[in-house]
């Protein structure tokens, strides 16, 4: 069985919370979504668009029998789903961008789709999270190096891939086995680079306040396997 949370903090700098989240569980599969809107106008009101696309695609091609018991099978169904997502919601005037992240649970396997700087990590017996994601950012240009070291380079700022109207979607996708006892976490960037190791193992409990004084917004997914 499946156990889940999601929680989203406003960031003090910001004048509204542009990070959306969603998640479901049917019994079968969880599907797990973090959308972080970049500060271009609309990204908000797309971030939570691309939320609802999400799910709703997924589940409309699960009801018509697409099988998602496999990585192979969970990546060509989101990649359908993305794109679809894309051509509907630009073409029907959506503005600005986003970076987000899908994981799909199922048949004990973890399935990611990302771009941008949403990650995702996985922890157990309250060690710090290990994240299992490379961040899309200029940054991370060479892929080497951890979260906490770029949580202090203002380079990170600057993505690299996301989901905008002038390139179809490219997830990458890291996949592994979702072992019984773990905790996953999907998260947007003010949980990973604004919180201390010590700060973010805190708030993977239900009980824990909202953080405070965090300038960016604060989104993350708490799955327990």
């Given at each position: 069985?499946?156990?889940y949370?999601?929680?989203?903090?406003?960031?003090?700098?910001?004048d509204?919370?542009?990070?959306?989240v969603g998640?479901?569980?049917?019994?079968?599969?969880?599907?797990?979504?973090?959308?972080?809107g970049?500060?271009?106008?609309g990204?908000?009101?797309?971030?939570?668009?691309?939320?609802?696309?999400?799910f709703?695609?997924?589940?409309?091609?699960?009801?018509?029998g697409?099988?998602d018991?496999g990585?192979?099978q969970?990546?060509t169904?989101?990649?359908?789903?993305?794109?679809?997502?894309?051509?509907?919601?630009?073409?029907?005037?959506?503005?600005?961008?986003?970076?987000?992240?899908?994981?799909?649970?199922?048949?004990?396997?973890?399935?990611?789709?990302?771009?941008?700087?949403c990650?995702?990590?996985?922890?157990?017996?309250?060690?710090p999270?290990?994240?299992?994601?490379?961040?899309?950012?200029?940054?991370?240009?060479?892929?080497?190096?951890?979260?906490?070291?770029l949580?202090?380079?203002k380079?990170?700022?600057?993505?690299?891939?996301s989901?905008?109207?002038?390139?179809?979607p490219?997830?990458?996708?890291?996949t592994?086995?979702?072992?019984?006892?773990?905790?996953?976490?999907?998260?947007?960037?003010?949980?990973?680079?604004?919180?201390?190791?010590?700060?973010?193992?805190?708030?993977l409990?239900?009980?824990?306040?909202?953080?405070?004084h965090v300038?960016?917004?604060?989104?993350?997914?708490?799955?327990?396997?």
């Amino acid at each position: 069985m499946i156990r889940y949370s999601t929680r989203t903090v406003k960031g003090q700098d910001r004048d509204e919370n542009r990070d959306r989240v969603g998640a479901a569980f049917d019994g079968v599969r969880g599907i797990f979504v973090v959308v972080d809107g970049t500060s271009k106008p609309g990204s908000g009101q797309l971030a939570q668009a691309l939320v609802d696309q999400i799910f709703t695609g997924y589940q409309a091609r699960i009801e018509n029998g697409v099988s998602d018991s496999g990585h192979d099978q969970v990546e060509t169904l989101l990649k359908d789903v993305l794109q679809d997502a894309h051509s509907s919601l630009f073409s029907g005037g959506v503005t600005g961008s986003a970076s987000y992240l899908v994981a799909v649970v199922s048949g004990e396997l973890l399935t990611v789709a990302y771009e941008g700087d949403c990650s995702a990590g996985v922890t157990s017996h309250n060690n710090p999270i290990a994240w299992i994601t490379a961040p899309h950012c200029l940054a991370n240009w060479r892929r080497d190096r951890s979260h906490r070291q770029l949580a202090t380079d203002k380079g990170r700022h600057q993505i690299s891939r996301s989901f905008k109207a002038r390139k179809n979607p490219d997830p990458e996708f890291v996949t592994r086995a979702a072992i019984a006892g773990e905790t996953l976490v999907f998260a947007t960037d003010g949980f990973w680079a604004d919180l201390s190791d010590a700060a973010q193992i805190q708030l993977l409990g239900l009980d824990a306040p909202d953080p405070t004084h965090v300038d960016d917004d604060v989104t993350w997914i708490v799955v327990q396997i």
